[in-house]
Antibody, heavy 122, light 109 residues
Framework: QVQLVQSGAEVKKPGASVKVSCKAS????????IHWVRQAPGQGLEWMGV????????SYAQRFQGRVTMTWDTSASTVYMELSSLRSEDTAMYYC???????????????WGQGTLVTVSS | EIVLTQSPGTLSLSPGERATLSCRAS???????LAWYQQKPGQAPRLLIY???SRATGIPDRFSGSGSGTDFTLTISRLEPGDFAVYYC??????????FGGGTKVEIK
Protein backbone atom coordinates (compact mmCIF):
# COMPACT_ATOMS: atom_id res chain seq x y z
CA GLN A 1 0.00 0.00 0.00
CA VAL A 2 1.05 3.60 -0.50
CA GLN A 3 3.18 4.88 2.37
CA LEU A 4 4.87 8.19 2.97
CA VAL A 5 7.11 7.99 6.03
CA GLN A 6 8.54 11.23 7.36
CA SER A 7 11.54 11.94 9.55
CA GLY A 8 11.23 12.64 13.25
CA ALA A 9 10.47 15.75 15.22
CA GLU A 10 12.96 18.62 15.19
CA VAL A 11 13.72 21.48 17.58
CA LYS A 12 15.53 24.43 16.03
CA LYS A 13 16.66 27.87 17.11
CA PRO A 14 15.49 31.00 15.30
CA GLY A 15 17.56 31.66 12.21
CA ALA A 16 18.48 28.01 11.71
CA SER A 17 17.36 25.68 8.90
CA VAL A 18 15.48 22.40 9.02
CA LYS A 19 15.39 19.58 6.48
CA VAL A 20 12.48 17.15 6.61
CA SER A 21 12.45 13.90 4.65
CA CYS A 22 9.54 11.92 3.20
CA LYS A 23 10.21 8.37 2.01
CA ALA A 24 7.76 6.98 -0.53
CA SER A 25 6.91 3.30 -0.95
CA UNK A 26 4.16 1.07 -2.27
CA UNK A 27 3.75 2.84 -5.60
CA UNK A 28 5.72 4.09 -8.57
CA UNK A 29 7.15 7.26 -7.08
CA UNK A 30 8.22 8.47 -10.54
CA UNK A 31 4.55 8.97 -11.42
CA UNK A 32 3.32 11.32 -8.74
CA UNK A 33 4.08 14.86 -7.68
CA ILE A 34 4.71 15.46 -3.98
CA HIS A 35 3.39 18.47 -2.09
CA TRP A 36 4.25 19.91 1.31
CA VAL A 37 1.54 21.26 3.58
CA ARG A 38 2.01 22.65 7.08
CA GLN A 39 -0.30 23.15 10.04
CA ALA A 40 0.50 25.42 12.97
CA PRO A 41 -0.73 24.19 16.37
CA GLY A 42 -4.53 24.39 16.51
CA GLN A 43 -4.66 26.06 13.09
CA GLY A 44 -5.63 25.21 9.54
CA LEU A 45 -3.70 23.85 6.58
CA GLU A 46 -1.23 25.86 4.50
CA TRP A 47 0.20 24.72 1.17
CA MET A 48 3.94 25.32 0.80
CA GLY A 49 4.79 23.96 -2.60
CA VAL A 50 5.15 20.99 -4.93
CA UNK A 51 7.92 19.03 -6.66
CA UNK A 52 7.64 16.99 -9.86
CA UNK A 53 8.36 13.25 -9.82
CA UNK A 54 11.61 13.77 -11.70
CA UNK A 55 12.61 16.55 -9.33
CA UNK A 56 13.32 19.00 -12.13
CA UNK A 57 10.31 21.24 -11.49
CA UNK A 58 9.16 22.95 -8.35
CA SER A 59 6.53 25.53 -7.52
CA TYR A 60 6.51 27.30 -4.19
CA ALA A 61 3.92 29.46 -2.49
CA GLN A 62 5.06 33.05 -2.74
CA ARG A 63 5.27 33.53 1.01
CA PHE A 64 7.96 30.83 1.19
CA GLN A 65 9.92 31.87 -1.91
CA GLY A 66 13.57 32.23 -1.10
CA ARG A 67 13.27 30.22 2.14
CA VAL A 68 12.09 26.80 0.97
CA THR A 69 13.78 24.19 -1.21
CA MET A 70 12.25 20.87 -2.25
CA THR A 71 14.39 18.11 -3.70
CA TRP A 72 14.18 14.44 -4.64
CA ASP A 73 16.70 11.67 -4.03
CA THR A 74 15.31 9.21 -6.57
CA SER A 75 17.78 6.50 -5.59
CA ALA A 76 16.29 6.57 -2.09
CA SER A 77 12.68 7.29 -3.13
CA THR A 78 12.84 10.21 -0.75
CA VAL A 79 11.72 13.82 -1.04
CA TYR A 80 13.20 16.56 1.11
CA MET A 81 11.86 19.92 2.20
CA GLU A 82 14.32 22.42 3.62
CA LEU A 83 13.13 25.61 5.26
CA SER A 84 15.69 28.25 6.21
CA SER A 85 15.76 31.40 8.38
CA LEU A 86 13.34 29.81 10.81
CA ARG A 87 11.24 31.95 13.11
CA SER A 88 8.81 31.08 15.87
CA GLU A 89 5.87 31.36 13.46
CA ASP A 90 7.29 28.38 11.55
CA THR A 91 6.48 26.09 14.49
CA ALA A 92 4.10 23.60 12.91
CA MET A 93 3.43 20.06 11.79
CA TYR A 94 4.83 19.59 8.31
CA TYR A 95 3.19 17.02 6.03
CA CYS A 96 4.25 15.61 2.70
CA UNK A 97 1.32 14.57 0.53
CA UNK A 98 1.10 12.66 -2.72
CA UNK A 99 -0.70 14.27 -5.63
CA UNK A 100 -3.69 12.20 -6.74
CA UNK A 101 -2.76 12.38 -10.41
CA UNK A 102 -0.63 9.78 -12.14
CA UNK A 103 1.84 11.41 -14.49
CA UNK A 104 0.28 14.84 -14.04
CA UNK A 105 -0.53 17.15 -11.17
CA UNK A 106 -4.19 17.23 -10.21
CA UNK A 107 -3.42 19.36 -7.15
CA UNK A 108 -5.38 17.20 -4.72
CA UNK A 109 -3.74 14.95 -2.16
CA UNK A 110 -4.67 11.28 -1.84
CA UNK A 111 -1.99 10.04 0.57
CA TRP A 112 -0.24 11.85 3.38
CA GLY A 113 2.80 11.32 5.55
CA GLN A 114 2.35 11.07 9.30
CA GLY A 115 3.70 14.58 9.80
CA THR A 116 6.89 16.01 11.28
CA LEU A 117 6.64 18.47 14.15
CA VAL A 118 9.13 21.32 13.82
CA THR A 119 9.48 23.52 16.88
CA VAL A 120 11.35 26.82 16.63
CA SER A 121 12.37 28.15 20.00
CA SER A 122 15.29 29.98 21.52
CA GLU B 1 -5.15 34.41 -4.12
CA ILE B 2 -8.56 32.84 -3.56
CA VAL B 3 -9.72 33.01 0.06
CA LEU B 4 -12.05 30.25 1.25
CA THR B 5 -14.41 30.93 4.15
CA GLN B 6 -15.99 27.94 5.87
CA SER B 7 -19.10 28.06 8.01
CA PRO B 8 -20.10 27.36 10.62
CA GLY B 9 -16.93 27.20 12.64
CA THR B 10 -18.38 24.45 14.79
CA LEU B 11 -21.37 22.20 14.17
CA SER B 12 -22.84 20.32 17.15
CA LEU B 13 -24.90 17.33 16.06
CA SER B 14 -25.90 13.87 17.19
CA PRO B 15 -25.08 10.56 15.47
CA GLY B 16 -27.64 9.87 12.76
CA GLU B 17 -28.24 13.54 12.03
CA ARG B 18 -27.45 15.30 8.76
CA ALA B 19 -24.49 17.68 8.58
CA THR B 20 -24.29 20.52 6.07
CA LEU B 21 -20.97 22.36 5.78
CA SER B 22 -20.43 25.46 3.67
CA CYS B 23 -17.36 26.75 1.83
CA ARG B 24 -17.50 30.14 0.14
CA ALA B 25 -14.77 31.43 -2.18
CA SER B 26 -13.70 35.05 -2.65
CA UNK B 27 -13.61 34.48 -6.44
CA UNK B 28 -15.05 31.91 -8.80
CA UNK B 29 -13.33 28.55 -8.47
CA UNK B 30 -12.69 27.55 -12.06
CA UNK B 31 -13.97 24.20 -13.31
CA UNK B 32 -15.26 23.43 -9.81
CA UNK B 33 -11.76 22.55 -8.69
CA LEU B 34 -12.83 22.22 -5.07
CA ALA B 35 -11.91 19.40 -2.70
CA TRP B 36 -12.90 18.42 0.83
CA TYR B 37 -10.74 16.74 3.47
CA GLN B 38 -11.47 15.20 6.86
CA GLN B 39 -8.96 15.46 9.68
CA LYS B 40 -9.22 13.64 13.00
CA PRO B 41 -7.13 14.63 16.05
CA GLY B 42 -3.52 13.56 15.73
CA GLN B 43 -3.96 12.37 12.15
CA ALA B 44 -3.18 13.66 8.70
CA PRO B 45 -6.07 14.85 6.55
CA ARG B 46 -7.94 12.42 4.29
CA LEU B 47 -9.30 13.28 0.86
CA LEU B 48 -13.10 12.92 0.70
CA ILE B 49 -14.30 14.83 -2.36
CA TYR B 50 -12.63 16.32 -5.45
CA UNK B 51 -14.04 18.20 -8.41
CA UNK B 52 -16.69 19.55 -6.03
CA UNK B 53 -18.79 16.36 -6.16
CA SER B 54 -16.69 13.26 -6.93
CA ARG B 55 -15.99 10.92 -4.02
CA ALA B 56 -12.42 9.77 -3.55
CA THR B 57 -11.61 6.08 -3.48
CA GLY B 58 -13.16 4.26 -0.55
CA ILE B 59 -15.29 7.15 0.66
CA PRO B 60 -18.81 6.05 1.67
CA ASP B 61 -21.78 7.49 -0.17
CA ARG B 62 -23.12 9.25 2.91
CA PHE B 63 -20.55 11.93 2.00
CA SER B 64 -21.59 14.15 -0.89
CA GLY B 65 -20.36 17.40 -2.33
CA SER B 66 -22.13 20.01 -4.40
CA GLY B 67 -21.83 23.55 -5.65
CA SER B 68 -20.10 25.66 -8.24
CA GLY B 69 -18.77 29.14 -8.76
CA THR B 70 -18.18 30.54 -5.30
CA ASP B 71 -20.49 28.42 -3.13
CA PHE B 72 -19.85 24.80 -2.23
CA THR B 73 -21.36 22.36 0.25
CA LEU B 74 -20.31 19.13 1.89
CA THR B 75 -23.19 17.04 3.19
CA ILE B 76 -22.93 14.05 5.50
CA SER B 77 -26.32 12.38 5.27
CA ARG B 78 -26.25 10.41 8.55
CA LEU B 79 -23.44 11.06 10.96
CA GLU B 80 -21.59 8.06 12.29
CA PRO B 81 -19.31 8.18 15.36
CA GLY B 82 -16.19 8.23 13.17
CA ASP B 83 -17.38 11.28 11.26
CA PHE B 84 -16.83 13.69 14.13
CA ALA B 85 -13.76 15.57 12.97
CA VAL B 86 -12.60 18.79 11.33
CA TYR B 87 -13.39 19.30 7.65
CA TYR B 88 -11.44 21.52 5.28
CA CYS B 89 -12.22 22.69 1.78
CA UNK B 90 -9.40 23.34 -0.70
CA UNK B 91 -9.44 25.09 -4.07
CA UNK B 92 -7.06 24.14 -6.84
CA UNK B 93 -8.49 26.03 -9.77
CA UNK B 94 -6.32 29.07 -9.28
CA UNK B 95 -2.83 28.21 -8.26
CA UNK B 96 -0.31 28.76 -7.01
CA UNK B 97 -1.05 28.97 -4.28
CA UNK B 98 -3.46 26.21 -3.49
CA UNK B 99 -5.58 27.46 -0.61
CA PHE B 100 -7.59 25.89 2.18
CA GLY B 101 -10.53 27.11 4.20
CA GLY B 102 -10.23 27.59 7.93
CA GLY B 103 -12.11 24.39 8.73
CA THR B 104 -15.43 23.34 10.29
CA LYS B 105 -15.39 21.20 13.39
CA VAL B 106 -18.22 18.67 13.61
CA GLU B 107 -18.63 17.73 17.25
CA ILE B 108 -20.94 15.43 19.16
CA LYS B 109 -23.87 17.24 20.70
Amino acid sequence: QVQLVQSGAEVKKPGASVKVSCKASGYSFTSHYIHWVRQAPGQGLEWMGVISPSGDRTSYAQRFQGRVTMTWDTSASTVYMELSSLRSEDTAMYYCARDSGRGRATLTFDSWGQGTLVTVSS
Amino acid sequence: EIVLTQSPGTLSLSPGERATLSCRASQTVSSSYLAWYQQKPGQAPRLLIYGASSRATGIPDRFSGSGSGTDFTLTISRLEPGDFAVYYCQQYGSSPPLTFGGGTKVEIK
